[in-house]
Each structure stands twice: as C-alpha cells, then as structure tokens.
C-alpha cells in the first residue's frame, strides 16, 4: 500500500497547474526549454508574419487542458509536434474571450481541466488553478478576461441564469442598473422614493427583475446574457476538432 503522504504529494503534483501545463503543451511547443516559465516567456514563431512573438505579449493567450485534449489559442505557429501529441493550436482571434470563457462553462470538459490566461505578463501563471467540479469553474490568470487574476463560476447558478435571460428576453443593462440603484439605496446613497423612481424608469419590470436567480458578480451576469443570445457550440474538450 502506498503511504498517506506519497498518496497526497502525488495527487498534489498532479494537479500543480503550471506543471500541468508544461506536461500537456509545455514540452511539445518548448521541448528544449529548462523549465516552465522559460517556455511561457520566450518569442514564438508568428502564426501569420515573419516574426516572433511571445504568447501573452502582442494578444492574449489562452488554454484548456485536460485528459480529453490541450487546447490553445495563440498567435504561434504551431509546430509538427503539436497534432501528435494531441495539442490543436489556433489564433488567439479565432474564438473571442467571452465566447471562450462561455464555451467552457456551458459545456465543459471532464475534470481536471486547467482554463487558463496569459496577459501581458508572465506573471499570469501564478493564478492559475485547477477544476477539479464541474461545479465550480476557475479561470486562471484572467488578467485578460474580466480584470482579476482568478474568476470562480458557479456553473449551476450561471445556467440558471442562461436560462432566466434565454425566457425572459430581458437587456443585461436592466438587470445591472437595478443592481445598482438597489446597491447605492443600501449605501443611503438612494432614498427610497428616489430608488423606486429609478426603478420604475427600467424597461424591465420590478417584479420580473426580482425573479432573477441571483447571480451576484457583474461580469459573471454579463457572461450569461451572452451564453443566452450568441452561444453555440464549439470544441472546447468534449468534442474533437478534426
């Protein structure tokens, strides 16, 4: 039987998101580099122009990795050994930041999945945390997602509220001002007559407004109205891209 501790360091340095990284795409489009971050900060073969660029640097960098396939979208060229090894490579325009983070949330790959982000600093990789539920989604080094280093989607809450915004048909814009008239009354910024007043102004009714299931963060409700208005499927782990 294999002790407790060895049990516990291995499952820990499984699931080590930077070296998960480099074990999936690290050494296949860095083969030679001496250690993660080396292969995270050095210029790359342009996709496109006869250059080299460093991923994060001129565009954002963006990953999904799991058991299922490695995933990147990035302005590198993608080299002989990446469709081998199970690596797709694509540019970074070819899928936006709100319809990469949607794809993953509304049909994700089997955990453990690193979702993750490179900025302009290489310094992204230090937020970078495993999945390990499909219930609670992580998006690592968001730097250049929705202005943190670490967003936490709970996935039940955020489908709820795909499908709130899919049969109500109701504007996001509604949704938040009332959140902030609401936010700036319980400041006392608000009277409450002047509250209601501004309310009553929306487009929304207040009754339909308070049928919203309640997910709190802004960016996390601005990613459902999104889901619910534009989303359709693409390859993000789940499914093979050929």
Same mark, same amino acid.
């Given at each position: 039987?294999?002790?407790?501790?060895?049990?516990?360091?291995?499952?820990?340095?499984?699931?080590?998101?930077?070296?998960?990284?480099?074990?999936?795409?690290?050494?296949?489009?860095?083969?030679?580099?001496?250690?993660?971050?080396?292969?995270?900060?050095?210029?790359?073969?342009?996709?496109?122009?006869?250059?080299?660029?460093?991923?994060?640097?001129?565009?954002?960098?963006?990953?999904?990795?799991?058991?299922?396939? $490695?995933?990147?979208?990035?302005?590198?060229?993608?080299?002989?050994?990446?469709?081998?090894?199970?690596?797709?490579?694509?540019?970074?325009?070819?899928?936006?930041?709100?319809?990469?983070?949607?794809?993953?949330?509304?049909?994700?790959?089997?955990?453990?999945?690193?979702?993750?982000?490179?900025?302009?600093?290489?310094?992204?990789?230090?937020?970078?945390?495993?999945?390990?539920?499909?219930?609670? *989604?992580?998006?690592?080094?968001?730097?250049?997602?929705?202005?943190?280093?670490?967003?936490?989607?709970?996935?039940?809450?955020?489908?709820?509220?795909?499908?709130?915004?899919?049969?109500?048909?109701?504007? *996001?814009?509604?949704?938040?001002?009332?959140?902030?008239?609401?936010?700036?009354?319980?400041?006392?910024?608000?009277?409450?007559?002047?509250?209601?007043? $501004?309310?009553?102004?929306?487009?929304?009714?207040?009754?339909?407004?308070?049928?919203?299931?309640? *997910?709190?963060?802004?960016?996390?409700?601005?990613?459902?109205?999104?889901?619910?208005?534009?989303?359709?499927?693409?390859?993000?782990?789940?499914?093979?891209?050929?």
């Amino acid at each position: 039987m294999v002790p407790r501790d060895r049990t516990y360091k291995a499952m820990t340095e499984l699931l080590n998101p930077l070296d998960y990284w480099w074990q999936r795409v690290g050494v296949v489009i860095a083969p030679d580099a001496p250690t993660p971050m080396d292969a995270i900060l050095r210029p790359y073969p342009h996709c496109q122009k006869p250059i080299r660029t460093r991923m994060g640097g001129s565009e954002p960098a963006r990953f999904l990795l799991s058991e299922a396939g $490695a995933y990147v979208w990035a302005p590198i060229a993608s080299p002989h050994a990446a469709r081998a090894a199970g690596v797709v490579i694509t540019p970074t325009s070819s899928r936006k930041r709100l319809d990469w983070m949607v794809d993953i949330l509304m049909d994700p790959p089997p955990v453990p999945f690193l979702a993750c982000s490179l900025g302009m600093s290489g310094a992204d990789a230090a937020h970078w945390r495993m999945t390990v539920s499909s219930g609670l *989604v992580a998006f690592g080094g968001a730097a250049g997602l929705l202005g943190g280093n670490l967003v936490l989607v709970d996935r039940s809450r955020f489908l709820e509220a795909v499908d709130w915004f899919g049969k109500t048909g109701i504007a *996001v814009s509604d949704l938040l001002r009332a959140h902030d008239i609401r936010q700036r009354h319980r400041l006392g910024l608000l009277t409450g007559l002047q509250a209601r007043a $501004a309310l009553d102004r929306l487009k929304a009714s207040r009754e339909q407004l308070a049928d919203f299931p309640g *997910v709190d963060d802004p960016e996390v409700v601005r990613l459902a109205s999104h889901a619910a208005r534009l989303w359709s499927p693409c390859a993000t782990g789940s499914e093979v891209i050929e």
